[in-house]
């Protein structure tokens, strides 16, 4: 039987809508708007393309949105002042410096520089140090929403094996975090790990954040798995066209024959990371506003 498809789009929208109501109680209540502060410096299109998908939706879930546009000339330290006056403006309760940074730009200087209280995409040391260690932080964007969309259909996780492909700081080692703190037993597989197809083999879920296009095979796939696609990868164009297709990192025709469940590319994961960022913003503007987050 072929796999139930993840709709990450519409549980995405159904979070906006949630925290679109949250974030006009908390304006009604603290007399101000959640805000939240995007930075890009320079003109890849692609950054632009987030950021201004951004803002729209901060827009859209009764929110204050402050876009900081700079050229990519600019200096660290003309980023780093950026940054603190960010941190100091009572109207701004979550700060994004959308990553890339152009080469001259140390980011961890600057991911350095985010007061960790505002640190919405949970980059920051402090709060990777704080998930590790089991404290409320911020957990950044897309694994947090990889983990609402897996307890969303599995519910309890404890002692399901899960494998995650791919051991980055923004979604691997999160990800592996919040398995493990959701009692799966879990391992971390990376560009080193020896028999990649029999480790995830064994996986009752599997998340691949990886960026291979369509790494990850039918027979690679346990029957009835969950399996969570982080991966966009852009395949080359058909001829006559100008732009390729977008794909994840699972050969999604293949492996949705033998999964139990599995997310799409577009449509999956995608949409859930700005969803998170908002549900991140609020939770912010809540704590630095000293008002209780309704549940
Ligand atoms: P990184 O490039 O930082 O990390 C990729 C990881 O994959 C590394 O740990 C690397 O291993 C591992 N890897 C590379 N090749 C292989 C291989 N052949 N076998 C096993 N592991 C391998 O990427 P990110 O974590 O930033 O992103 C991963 C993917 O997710 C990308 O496609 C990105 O576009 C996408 N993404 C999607 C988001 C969304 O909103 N949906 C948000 C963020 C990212 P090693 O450490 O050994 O080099």
Redesign the pocket.
């Known amino acids: 039987m072929a796999a139930e498809i993840i709709d990450g789009k519409a549980f995405a929208a159904q979070l906006r809508e949630k925290v679109g109501a949250l974030a006009a109680d908390f304006a009604a209540k603290a007399g101000r708007k959640a805000g939240l502060a995007v930075v890009l410096v320079g003109d890849d299109p692609a950054s632009q393309v987030y950021v201004g998908s951004k803002g729209k939706a901060t827009l859209a879930a009764n929110m204050a949105s402050f876009e900081h546009r700079l050229p990519e000339s600019t200096s660290e330290g003309d980023l780093l002042a950026l940054v603190e006056r960010l941190n100091a403006d009572p109207a701004v309760d979550g700060i994004l410096v959308q990553l890339p940074l152009p080469d001259h730009i140390d980011e961890q200087a600057v991911i350095a520089a985010i007061d960790p209280d505002k640190d919405v995409d949970g980059f920051h040391v402090a709060n990777a140090g704080r998930l590790a260690v089991g404290q409320s932080g911020f957990v950044p964007?897309?694994p947090l929403?990889c983990m609402m969309l897996l307890t969303d259909r599995l519910g309890d996780l404890s002692g399901l094996n899960a494998v995650v492909?791919?051991?980055?700081?923004?979604?691997?080692k999160p990800m592996a975090q919040l398995l493990l703190d959701a009692n799966a037993t879990v391992t971390i597989?990376?560009?080193?790990?020896k028999d990649?197809a029999d480790v995830v083999r064994r996986a009752d879920i599997v998340v691949a954040?990886?960026?291979?296009a369509e790494?990850i095979r039918a027979d690679w796939i346990k029957p009835g798995a969950t399996v969570i696609d982080?991966?966009?990868?852009r395949l080359a164009p058909e001829p006559g066209a100008n732009k390729g297709r977008l794909v994840g990192?699972v050969a999604f025709d293949e492996v949705r024959e033998v999964a139990g469940a599995i997310t799409p590319v577009p449509g999956?994961?995608?949409p859930?990371?700005i969803a998170v960022l908002l549900r991140n913003t609020l939770v912010a503007a809540h704590r630095n506003a000293g008002i209780a987050l309704p549940e």
């Open positions: 964007c897309t929403g492909i791919g051991r980055s700081n923004i979604v691997g597989a990376h560009s080193r790990t990649l954040a990886v960026g291979r790494m982080v991966g966009i990868n990192d999956g994961v995608g859930m990371t």
